[in-house]
């Protein structure tokens, strides 16, 4: 789910909405995604750590915009717009909320570690080669972003912070790869 700006910014079609339905219903026949499906389709299983496990009830979370515990329809296609042409602000709002754990407004070096460790966990599933420290890398994005050195990043900070540089960006975008099941996910006859 990387956080650059959609080429396509056009509203998802009503054929696309359809087609989004059919796999929804395929995948949830019950009319929600509940977390342990949701945990499923990102390939978090008993062989995942507590962090990995921790990291995707977040995501799930966020997405839960009515704190229901299940996604409806409309939470995921508004969620699957967002991962596919949503635009860099909404992104970065987003990505800011899955950091907030503790839901104060602000992000702590503990926050950011948090996910810094989680994501490089993550892109080791798929890319073996060695990983920068997470310490190292956080230590750098405090640096660059933030501004009022209070060792805390407020919304606005890491809103600009990964705005105007892209090794922020690129350090702080939330891949979390879920893009497969959302549009190649094939029903079974």
């Not at 087609?19 to 026949?29: D, S, T």
């Not at 995604?33 to 945990?39: A, G, S, T, W, Y």
């Not at 997405?63 to 970065?92: C, P, S, W």
């Not at 104060?104 to 993550?122: P, Q, S, Y």
């Amino acid at each position: 789910m990387g956080q650059t700006e959609s080429i396509d910014d056009e509203e998802i079609t009503l054929q696309e909405i359809q087609e989004l339905y059919r796999k929804f219903a395929f995948e949830c026949p019950s009319g929600n995604l509940h977390l342990h499906e949701f945990k499923r389709i990102f390939g978090v299983n008993c062989t995942s750590s507590e962090e990995e496990a921790a990291y995707m009830e977040n995501v799930f979370r966020s997405f839960d915009t009515n704190q229901d515990n299940k996604i409806d329809f409309m939470e995921y296609v508004a969620a699957i717009h967002l991962v596919l042409r949503g635009k860099l602000e909404d992104k970065l709002k987003w990505s800011f909320k899955v950091y907030d754990s503790d839901g104060n407004g602000c992000l702590d070096r503990r926050e950011v570690k948090h996910v810094l460790k989680i994501i490089n966990m993550l892109k080791k599933h798929n890319n073996p080669a060695p990983q920068v420290k997470v310490e190292d890398i956080c230590d750098r994005i405090f640096e660059l972003v933030d501004v009022n050195n209070d060792e805390r990043i407020s919304l606005e900070e890491f809103m600009e912070g990964a705005q105007k540089d892209p090794w922020v960006l690129e350090q702080l975008k939330l891949d979390i790869a879920p893009c497969g099941w959302f549009l190649n996910s094939k029903t079974r006859s």
